[in-house]
């Protein structure tokens, strides 16, 4: 069974710093796609940013230059660390697996962690 733990959240001021990561169980993270998702209240669910099957980051435009994803293998850990931080970033933050092939992500994303509240004051 897979499972996915979020520490991390919390509460800053604008442009300051969060990190997340997520535990996985098992080791998931090379086997995988992994992904961070935010959804804010009222709002569409999004996908921030991912990594694919060989290991690129990906991001949502509205990220770009501010977060960035990793994943470290040997510890079984994502982590997505936040810079320069808005109060449009406030948020429910989900990290996700999505199932794989060799070469390509399935896209449905079956595996959820419970999710980490993130909120940025003005």
């Known amino acids: 069974q897979v499972q996915l733990v979020e520490p991390g959240g919390g509460s800053v001021q604008a442009g300051g710093s969060l990190r997340l990561s997520c535990a996985a169980s098992?080791?998931?993270?090379?086997?995988?796609?992994m992904a961070w998702f935010r959804q804010a209240p009222e709002k569409e669910r999004e996908r921030v940013a991912g990594?694919?099957?060989?290991?690129?980051?990906y991001y949502e435009e509205s990220v770009k230059g501010r977060f960035t994803i990793s994943q470290d293998n040997a510890k079984n850990t994502l982590y997505l660390q936040m810079n320069s931080l808005k109060p449009e970033d406030t948020a429910m933050y989900y990290c996700?697996?999505?199932?794989?092939?060799?070469?390509?992500?399935?896209?449905?994303?079956?595996?959820w962690g419970q999710g980490t509240q993130v909120t940025v004051s003005s």
């Open positions: 990594v694919n099957v060989v290991g690129t980051p």
């Open positions: 098992g080791y998931i993270t090379g086997t995988y796609c």
């Open positions: 996700a697996a999505d199932g794989r092939s060799p070469t390509y992500c399935m896209g449905t994303y079956p595996y």
